[in-house]
T-cell receptor
Framework: GAGVSQSPSNKVTEKGKDVELRCDPI?????LYWYRQRLGQGLEFLIY????????KSGLPSDRFSAERTGESVSTLTIQRTQQEDSAVYLC????????????FGPGTRLTVL | DAKTTQPPSMDCAEGRAANLPCNHS???????VYWYRQIHSQGPQYIIHGLKNNETNEMASLIITEDRKSSTLILPHATLRDTAVYYC??????????????FGEGTQLTVNP
């Protein structure tokens, strides 16, 4: 079946512009996660959504970052007034409704801020 | 979450078993051990997970010591396509801030022809 998809695969933007990154989770997955991976580094947790619960935003690095999720489907990560340090691969993962259920990752969006 | 320690790099000959160690000496009773890998420029891929017992699936085997303070991921017949960074992660079995995956530095496994 279809896996997690993300769009765009690559995004180049200028410093100060806003960007929106999209994640389509696996159908039926109630949990959705966003992570960031800077070049040569490990994954950094940003935010997760679980069903109708309030999202855990504890990993968002600043108030320039926000995310929304429509029901149990698409999620959008928005970065306002992008900075060069925002350049990274942004990864989305989804899982079923138990906390130990496997997280399946998408291919990521590579963001480059000039 | 419990911290994990892995060697930064390992080499393995193609066709041989790759044994990747992980130390998680502060693991709690409700924390699982997960293994993911990340092939260059791709998203992480789930491999296997376990709580106390050894586990095996089509990709690998997971051996957890009786005291749960360390584990070993075994790729029984490594191929060139297994070259990747392997991450050992501990994760609580409840919905909380701990249900996120906390990735450390991982082990760069290089499978040589």
């Amino acid at each position: 079946g279809a896996g997690v998809s993300q769009s765009p695969s690559n995004k180049v933007t200028e410093k100060g512009k806003d960007v929106e990154l999209r994640c389509d989770p696996i159908s039926g997955h109630t949990a959705l996660y966003w992570y960031r991976q800077r070049l040569g580094q490990g994954l950094e947790f940003l935010i997760y959504f679980q069903g109708n619960s309030a999202p855990d935003k504890s990993g968002l690095p600043s108030d320039r970052f926000s995310a929304e999720r429509t029901g149990e489907s698409v999620s959008t990560l928005t970065i306002q007034r992008t900075q060069q340090e925002d350049s990274a691969v942004y990864l989305c993962a989804s899982s079923l409704d138990r906390p130990t259920d496997t997280q399946y990752f998408g291919p990521g969006t590579r963001l480059t801020v000039l | 979450d419990a911290k994990t320690t892995q060697p930064p790099s390992m080499d393995c000959a193609e066709g041989r078993a790759a044994n990747l160690p992980c130390n998680h000496s502060t693991i709690s009773g409700n924390e699982y051990v997960y293994w993911y890998r990340q092939i260059h420029s791709q998203g992480p891929q789930y491999i296997i997970h376990g709580l106390k017992n050894n586990e095996t699936n089509e990709m690998a085997s997971l051996i957890i010591t009786e005291d749960r303070k360390s584990s070993t991921l075994i790729l029984p017949h490594a191929t060139l396509r297994d070259t990747a960074v392997y991450y050992c992660i501990v994760r609580v079995a409840e919905w909380s801030s701990g249900s996120r995956l906390t990735f450390g530095e991982g082990t760069q496994l290089t499978v040589n022809p």
